[in-house]
């Protein structure tokens, strides 16, 4: 970021100072800006006054209000550009997209907070009631809920089991093979596909009890009883397998990229002095890679934290909870009992969590690796 | 010179016998791999051509163990013989389908102009919003990252009922767009940092104004990068499960909805279940097949410096 502060001081002369804009184009912006804010405000508490039934005029949904969060936007943009000239112009770079995520992101998280504190089922007619922290109360004595937790450390901690297989894999593309390219399109193959049809395709087809061919093959090598969901324990190493076979390739290509780009001289200077390939590997490449890794590491859990689709799909959930992620326990929550409070309470308490663990786990991180944002 | 090398090649071989036992030890752990990796697409398209009795004798090679059927397919209404039939299946089949082409494709499409415009802005200007500096925006984007959908699908519930956008395409493109939009800015950050800055202002000394230079010449430049952008999240909303099953229910439901919904009900018949799988997934196949350097490009943005 450092080298972006000077090129952008080295550029004083396409930088036109504010006092050339003349003051009338000045006025007309601020005039825009005003009135748009206006409109916003004017739209917003004409709503909400109708949906309160003071007011008489008003709109069956909240929709307008989301025009009138556009044109404000557009008008903020306009007025940008008007009052403040090629400033003005650069902020307009970042203005869209600035404004898109505080308006998905912001407002429905603080929502959700609200919402958290409510007993509100959507299907009943009672509408939603304030209760305070008894949510949270119930949240505490849960049992699935602190399984759901339970097993989302255990889901994370496979993690480490796919980075060394990623490594794996990616070693073997980084060596001198043959059909290397071919090798690596059928590697990188189970990322494309969608876990939903991958759920149907291994969870329930190949690991079938009767007829799976991965049942069969159990049975073969000794498994009298290949039943791979029906104990907690093997319940929870299955959807751990289906999603390291989705997700191997997306580690494994973050590190064949970072062994492609270690110098060969390192290496080879490693041999020269007689070193042995596995010394090699962790006196030289394993260090070396060490920053790659991290990234790799900590994306991947930061995807698997969203762990849902193939629980949902293979288990829901089953045997009795046992494979449950917090995810995919909120989905079923709110399936089962369209209990929106509840459930929101669930996700707001696994956000904050998750925002604590990651950056811990970035400061953690930044130990081994200076450079890893 | 030549003769040096040979000697490091040599020394790193040691003897013929240990050089084999390392070739086969390496194509054996290829080889194994690979198949881990095609056998269960290998499996489902096999399947979808299956009857039932080819299905529970667990038969595996087509024309030698089981005569190929069209049955799955034509359940589908995706055989030879029942394609120019009217068929509700299919019809249902390629609205969801439909429904899958348009919002990955506008909320990928929504994202990368967002998301460019705004990479290019945090890598080639100084902001300051109120106490926010470079650092703290790029943050605040790339933070989305972590954001679980299970913390917005609920209030978005709530929220979509309210504005009248529950079921509809426009408002899972919104969400999707809202999902890829870090990655996005993540990979043209790193595009936009690797162009030299001197041919913008060699640009704008040549007249052009900021946005034209970024339009004529630093968008150019950076197109690959864009693809890449836009095929990465191409694939992430294609996959998407957790937003569209909660937000949509009739008209905008998506493929991997229906897929899902087909392995809950009782009673499926497994060839009709392994056509609809193959129907989903082969799209994706042929992009990864077709645009997998892309694909790479894109997944190694920022991770190696």
């Known amino acids: 970021m450092a080298d972006q502060t000077s090129t952008t001081n080295a550029w004083p002369a396409n930088s036109v100072p504010t006092d050339l804009i003349p003051p009338g184009r000045k006025r007309l912006g601020w005039a825009l800006m005003a009135a748009a804010t206006l409109g916003l405000l004017a739209t917003i508490l004409v709503q909400i006054l109708y949906k309160s039934e003071v007011g008489t005029i008003g709109f069956e949904t909240w929709r307008p209000v989301v025009y009138a969060y556009i044109l404000w936007g557009v008008a903020l943009g306009v007025g940008q550009v008007l009052t403040r000239g090629e400033d003005g112009q650069r902020a307009l770079f970042l203005l869209p997209a600035l404004l898109f995520t505080i308006a998905m992101v912001i407002f429905p998280t603080l929502f959700g907070f609200y919402i958290a504190l409510t007993d509100w089922n959507l299907s009943s007619f009672s509408g939603r009631k304030f209760n305070g922290l008894d949510n949270f109360w119930q949240m505490l004595g849960d049992p699935y809920y602190r399984n759901a937790l339970f097993n989302m450390v255990l889901y994370v901690l496979a993690v480490f089991v796919e980075y060394v297989i990623a490594f794996g894999l990616a070693l073997l593309l980084n060596a001198q093979i043959r059909a290397r390219k071919f090798f690596r399109v059928v590697f990188l193959m189970p990322l494309m596909l969608s876990p939903v049809a991958v759920s149907w395709m291994i969870g329930k087809s190949l690991m079938e009890y009767r007829f799976g061919p991965a049942a069969t093959l159990a049975r073969h090598l000794g498994w009298e009883n290949p039943a791979f969901f029906s104990n907690p324990i093997t319940a929870r190493i299955s959807i751990m397998v289906l999603d390291a076979w989705t997700f191997i390739p997306f580690m494994m290509i973050m590190l064949l990229a970072g062994l492609q780009a270690m110098s060969r001289e390192v290496l080879e200077a490693a041999r020269v002095d007689g070193a042995t390939p596995w010394q090699t590997f962790w006196q030289v490449t394993f260090p070396l890679m060490l920053p790659v890794s991290v990234t790799a590491v900590i994306l991947r859990i930061i995807f698997k934290l969203k762990l849902a689709d193939i629980i949902i799909t293979v288990t829901s959930g089953g045997p009795g909870g046992a494979t449950d992620s917090v995810s995919s326990f909120i989905y079923r929550e709110y399936r089962d009992r369209s209990n929106v409070g509840y459930g929101t309470m669930l996700a707001m308490a696994y956000l904050i969590i998750i925002v604590v663990f990651v950056t811990w786990l970035l400061k953690f991180a930044s130990r081994f690796v200076r450079n890893v944002n | ?305």
């Open chain 2, 1 to 305: 010179m030549s003769v040096q090398t040979t000697d490091y090649s040599a020394s790193e071989i040691r003897s013929p016998a240990s050089f084999l036992a390392n070739r086969v030890f390496i194509y054996g752990a290829l080889i194994f791999w690979a198949f881990i990796c095609l056998f269960p697409i290998y499996w489902t398209i096999t399947t979808s051509f299956k009857t039932a009795v080819d299905v529970t004798q667990g038969h595996l090679i087509p024309f030698v163990d089981f005569k190929p059927d069209w049955k799955g397919w034509r359940s589908l209404g995706l055989s030879p013989d029942s394609i120019f039939q009217t068929s509700t299946v299919r019809e249902e089949f390629l609205k969801r389908f439909m429904n899958s082409v348009i919002t990955s494709v506008g909320a990928s499409s929504l994202a990368i102009v967002i998301g460019s415009l705004a990479a290019y802005g945090l890598t080639r200007y100084r902001y300051h919003f109120a106490w926010f500096k470079n650092e703290d925006i790029s943050f605040f984007f790339l933070s989305q990252l972590i954001l679980p959908p299970v913390v917005l699908a609920l209030p978005f519930l709530v929220l979509y009922r309210e504005v009248g956008l529950l079921d509809t395409r426009i408002g899972l493109i919104l969400l999707y767009t809202l999902m890829v939009l870090p990655i996005v800015i993540w990979i043209m950050r790193d595009q936009f940092n690797s162009i030299p800055v001197e041919l913008e202002e060699a640009a704008l000394v040549d007249g052009l104004s900021i946005w034209g230079a970024f339009f004529r010449i630093v968008m150019p430049i950076a197109l690959p990068g864009m693809v890449a952008a836009f095929i990465l999240a191409m694939v992430l909303c294609w996959n998407e499960y957790f937003f569209a099953a909660l937000l949509t229910s009739t008209d905008a439901k998506t493929i991997p909805v229906m897929v899902a919904s087909q392995t809950g009900s009782q009673g499926i018949n497994w060839w009709s279940m392994a056509a609809l799988a193959t129907a989903a997934i082969t799209p994706l196949a042929v992009i990864g097949i077709a645009l997998e350097r892309y694909l790479i490009m894109g997944m190694t943005a920022g991770a190696v410096k």
